[in-house]
């Protein structure tokens, strides 16, 4: 049964980088043909994709927060890692990372969903 | 601000159906999926590929397209149903993933 489970520090100072860990259980990382996603949610509002990586280490961000983001794969230890660089108050949400499976069609991805999904864990930017 | 628009709170009485909708210029080349998430939970697949269940989520839920406009159904509403709801598909450059800012279902 595939898991997914979120770590890392949850308390950031402000401008400082935030890393995330999301170790998968379940199925190799490196021979599943699915992307991997990093989704968060600020508290009381809604989810916002940040971005996903495949397993031969593309990846694609959004565009909000290509400028400070980066997501990476560790196959020997089947996780995937988040950084966010120079965090502020805006960035403290809920981070959850979940399975991204997408159909394309000549190039064309036309779809895209999330699941399974992370228990979630919260990080707070202080100041 | 979100390339998909949902009404933010929706109800229904129990037993009866209800559909809630999610808007956008991009629905209409890419597909959307819905996720229900309950206070204090992540969010679950219900709907993949504009119709499509996952296996467990109850045949109650289903998923419909037409035009822009996206929609998720749920037919003899219980209230374990009550959530929030939210759609996602990708903005009309297709280069981002989107989320729609979500449905409070309240079951009444």
């Known amino acids: 049964q595939l898991q997914l489970q979120e770590s890392g520090l949850g308390l950031v100072k402000a401008l400082e980088t935030l890393s995330l860990t999301c170790t998968v259980s379940?199925?190799?990382?490196?021979?599943?043909?699915?992307?991997w996603g990093w989704i968060r949610q600020p508290p009381g509002k809604g989810l916002e994709w940040i971005g996903s990586?495949?397993?031969?280490?593309?990846?694609y961000y959004n565009p909000s927060l290509k400028s400070r983001v980066s997501i990476s794969v560790e196959t020997s230890t089947n996780q995937l890692s988040l950084k966010l660089n120079s965090v502020t108050a805006a960035d403290t949400a809920v981070y959850y990372c979940?399975?991204?499976?997408?159909?394309?069609?000549?190039?064309?991805?036309?779809?895209?969903?999330?699941?399974?999904w992370g228990q979630g864990t919260l990080v707070t930017v202080s100041s | 601000s979100s390339e998909l628009t949902q009404d933010p709170a929706v109800s229904v009485a129990l037993g009866q159906t209800v559909r809630i909708t999610c808007q956008g210029d991009?629905?209409?080349?890419?597909?959307a999926s819905w996720y229900q998430q309950k206070p204090g939970q992540a969010p679950v697949l219900v709907i993949y590929g504009r119709k499509n269940r996952p296996s467990g989520i109850p045949d109650r839920f289903s998923g419909s397209s037409s035009g822009n406009t996206a929609s998720l159904t749920i037919t003899g509403t219980q209230a374990e149903d009550e959530a929030d709801y939210y759609c996602n598909s990708r903005d009309t450059s297709g280069n981002r993933v989107v989320f729609g800012g979500g449905t409070k279902l309240t079951v009444l």
């Open positions: 991009s629905l209409r080349d890419y597909y």
């Open positions: 990586i495949y397993n031969s280490g593309s990846t």
């Open positions: 979940a399975r991204h499976s997408a159909l394309n069609t000549l190039g064309w991805w036309y779809a895209n969903w999330f699941g399974p």
């Open positions: 379940g199925v190799s990382i490196s021979t599943s043909n699915y992307y």
